[in-house]
């Protein structure tokens, strides 16, 4: 694992704000494409966000592994190609694009409630920044789960004790099927 592609934690309280920065090496509009578009998203987001793409609008994040455990959001900010933020059940997901040269530098964080579940969230969007990659680049990603258990050790160490005390996600310790959330978009053209 590369460590400088590990997340940082911050800690205020018993709040936690996790930061991530990738780079791409194309124009901040392909990547946003990858980030906003749902065909994009069923590759490399954890749910399928249900819900208009603007301020202000309600979310619904739906995941096909189990539907009872889908949650409620809101869409905070949406300023194309630049922010996406939105509540996301407890916690605050914001997505900034920033130009980077020739590229675009990404910047995701989470600010959440739960200092414990740091290393788990850590690991979690480790991969699907990862599987974001390979959408952007139009490689094939590991299969969900895989990429979470090979990063989550490195997690745990960066963030001690009190930001590992809950492990991974139901079903997470061994591989997912074949890929679960592909089947709301059987076809990814490129974004």
Known sequence: ????????LERHGDRAVL??????PHPPERVWRAVTRPEHQAVWF??????ERRAGAPLRFVTSVDPDESFDG?????????????????????IEL????AGTR????????DVGAAARNGA???????????????TEPLRWGRRWR?????????????GARLGAPDGWDADLPDDPYAPRFPHHPDP
Request: proline share 7%; hydrophobic share 35%.
């Open 74 to 94: 809101e869409m905070v900010a949406y300023e194309p190609p630049r922010v996406m933020e939105m509540t996301w059940g407890a916690s605050r997901l914001r």
């Open 150 to 162: 090979q990063v989550h050790p490195g997690y745990v160490e960066a963030f001690g004790p009190d």
């Open 19 to 24: 930061t991530f920065t990738r780079r791409f």
């Open 98 to 101: 920033h130009p980077d040269g």
């Open 46 to 51: 954890p749910q399928q966000i249900v819900g």
């Open 106 to 113: 990404l910047v995701l964080t989470e600010e959440m409630d």
């Open 1 to 8: 694992m590369d460590d400088t592609d590990l997340g940082t």
């Open 124 to 138: 979690g969007w480790h991969e699907c920044l990862d599987r974001l990659v390979a959408r952007v680049e139009g």
